[in-house]
């Protein structure tokens, strides 16, 4: 168990819908990233926030958002879904920037 | 662009027969590569961080090391339960901040 806590882990969902993806870091970890896998594509970085402020940001759609809250959890939103947007989405927190990640087991999207 | 290539894609070992996975990587100012294993459905699991040439870290069966154009992954007498995903990830400085780019992998299965 890395300490990393993703919800829902699995969502399935219709074109043209929006979901939320949330995820709790390790205690005492302040940097949150967001991943997209899929089996083209591989792990695809999508964004960062550190502390609650944008750091990086990846090829992430314009779709797609993110925030992190004060208390450190963060949330990825996905709006006007599309069937290409079906993939697995993880979490990874670590304590500050430049420190190895740790991975959450994931949330599996579908949509059909 | 960061560029991280793994060879093989794919590797079938008998238990005990030690081997290499390859991480060759073109980036402008390696700050950190990262190794993790990852089984399927679940979120990659970290094993080790370099950070300069030369620099070599062991954990269990697994050895990991740096040159200044690739990493080895050198697992001894491999058994069963080594059969998994692993991944190369490379970590860049400047306004990359904690970013990973990712190889494709190398999916290893261990025969009994």
């Known amino acids: 168990d890395s300490g990393v806590t993703q919800t829902p882990k699995h969502l399935i969902t219709a074109t043209g819908q929006r979901v939320t993806l949330r995820c709790s870091p390790r205690?005492?970890?302040?940097?949150v990233y967001w991943y997209q896998q899929s089996l083209d594509q591989g792990l695809q970085f999508l964004i960062q926030?550190?502390?609650?402020?944008?750091?990086a940001k990846g090829n992430i759609l314009e779709r797609f958002s993110a925030q992190q809250f004060p208390d450190l959890h963060s949330e990825l939103n996905l709006s006007s879904l599309e069937l290409g947007d079906s993939a697995l989405y993880f979490c990874?927190?670590?304590?500050?920037?430049?420190?190895?990640?740790?991975f959450g087991q994931g949330t599996r999207l579908t949509v059909v | 662009e960061d560029q991280v290539t793994q060879s093989p894609e794919a590797l079938r070992l008998q238990e005990g027969e030690s081997s290499s996975l390859n991480c060759s990587y073109t980036?402008?100012?390696?700050?950190?590569l990262f190794w993790y294993r990852q089984d399927p459905g679940k979120g990659p699991e970290f094993l080790f961080t370099?950070?300069?040439a030369g620099e070599e870290k062991e954990k269990e069966r697994l050895k990991a090391t740096l040159t200044k154009k690739e990493s080895f992954l050198h697992i001894t007498a491999p058994k069963p339960e080594d059969s998994a995903t692993y991944l190369c990830?490379?970590?860049?400085?400047?306004?990359?901040?904690?970013?990973?780019?990712f190889g494709q992998g190398t999916i290893l299965t261990v025969h009994p």
């Open positions: 990830a490379v970590q860049t400085g400047g306004t990359s901040y904690g970013k990973l780019t």
């Open positions: 370099l950070y300069s």
């Open positions: 926030y550190y502390n609650g402020e944008e750091r």
């Open positions: 990874a927190s670590s304590v500050v920037s430049y420190t190895e990640a740790f």
């Open positions: 205690s005492g970890d302040l940097s």
């Open positions: 980036v402008s100012g390696l700050r950190g």
